[in-house]
């Protein structure tokens, strides 16, 4: 009798115990499922030969799949290079219950993700190996974050050394240009040279100076875009600005067939920026454009430069009858130092410039271009 009521204590305590369990299971199910449904990481469980029994909810979101779509697949497969992952799995066999790397997946769309992977292993009660679980965090942005940052880096160095380079140039130049003028003086005053020979010197001292000013140029450019002076703001009509722009490049439009036709909205267009600024990048332009259509040797040359309001901004545009650029060099022109001018020509300084003017003073750059048929350049900058 007595031995059957402590069987039946017994009995009692093992099924609160079990409850107990119960309830616990039920518990840390509740808790799994909620990681596995809220987490943003991918989070997987494989079985021995890697094919997938379970794929959390992020996961589905990062890649692109449905559990339908994954049920069943190995898990080697969804990586970008599945014998490198498959690797990775065999190494983390070996080297024990966790293993890291980072690796791409490839999303169902085809584009890559790359993602910081965890391998675990899950093992019986007798060690045997039952399975993996993987959990992938998408790394994706800080990979190209990170790559961006060294690209800047790179930039800023080339544009310092740019500048180093252009400031140390500076002195030698400004002596080469006064050498040649006090050259041209001796040249004028000599006596007992031939008229060819005097021709020849001659010639040859105003090629010095004038290639003088040039690198000057280049180096006072390169100075500019180095300096991050703050842009200055005066009340100026814009269509003066680009008329006074269009008469400094006279003798660029001498000898030649091109017209430059004037499509202002009426009255003036005032704005308060920096005119000098303005000034430089319309000059930029329009350089740009005179060379285009001398280059396709036309017999009628137009550029067309037309204002427009709207709301708070300008919008000025310059349209050319000129070459065009190729689709495969629309995305370089605003390179540093790209051009497809012959050497000693054009600096790949012009467009750049313009750029970083025009970002200064809070506007945008826009460009269409037809190979053949010409260049339109418009911007957009605030009046104020
Ligand atoms: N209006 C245009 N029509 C056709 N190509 C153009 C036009 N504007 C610019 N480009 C192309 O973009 C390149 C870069 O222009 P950018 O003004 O920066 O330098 P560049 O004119 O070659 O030299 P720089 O202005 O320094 O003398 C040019 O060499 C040319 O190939
Ligand atoms: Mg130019």
């Known amino acids: 009798m007595e031995s059957n009521n402590s069987l039946q204590t017994e009995l009692k305590r093992v099924k609160q115990e079990l409850a107990g369990y119960k309830i616990e299971l039920h518990q840390t199910r509740g808790y799994l499922q909620s990681i596995l449904q809220s987490s943003e990481d991918i989070i997987f469980a494989t079985e021995v030969g890697g094919m997938l029994i379970s794929f959390s909810k992020g996961g589905e979101k990062v890649l692109g799949y449905t559990w339908e779509e994954l049920v069943g697949r190995d898990i080697k497969d969804l990586a970008e290079n599945p014998l490198l992952f498959k690797e990775f799995m065999s190494s983390s066999l070996q080297g024990g219950v966790t293993t890291h790397l980072d690796l791409p997946f490839r999303h169902k769309e085809g584009k890559s993700i790359y ?29 190209k974050l990170q790559e961006d940052l060294v690209q800047i880096d790179r930039l800023a160095e080339i544009g310092r050394l740019a500048a180093g380079v252009a400031h140390e140039i500076n002195n030698p130049l400004a002596i080469i240009g006064e050498a040649s003028g006090w050259a041209g003086m001796v040249i004028n005053d000599a006596k007992g040279l031939t008229a060819e020979d005097r021709s020849e010197l001659e010639k040859a001292v105003k090629e010095i100076s004038g290639q003088t000013k040039r690198c000057r140029n280049i180096t006072h450019q390169l100075l500019d875009f180095a300096r991050r002076s703050e842009p200055e703001k005066t009340e100026f009509d814009v269509h003066t600005l680009l008329k006074e722009s269009v008469g400094f490049l006279k003798p660029e439009l001498k000898h030649t067939s091109i017209e430059i036709d004037f499509d202002f909205m009426p009255g003036p267009l005032l704005m308060r920026s920096d005119p000098r600024l303005l000034e430089q990048v319309f000059v930029n332009f329009i350089t740009n454009a005179i060379h285009a259509i001398k280059k396709a040797e036309k017999d009628k040359g137009l550029i067309e430069i037309k204002t427009l309001r709207t709301d708070s901004k300008a919008e000025i545009s310059f349209k050319d009858n000129g ?3 190729p689709p495969e060099n629309q995305q370089k022109i605003f390179d540093l130092f790209y051009t497809t001018k012959p050497p000693g020509k054009g600096t790949g300084l012009g467009l750049p410039i313009c750029q970083n003017i025009i970002k200064k003073i809070g506007g945008e750059i826009s460009f269409h271009s037809e190979v053949g048929v010409g260049t339109s350049f418009t911007i957009n900058v605030p009046l104020v």
Do not use: A, F, P
């Open 323 to 325: 070459v065009g650029i």
């Open 115 to 143: 993602c910081n992977v965890t391998l675990i292993n899950l093992t019986n009660r007798e060690g045997q190996r039952v399975g993996t679980v993987g959990v992938c965090r998408d790394i994706t942005l800080w990979k």
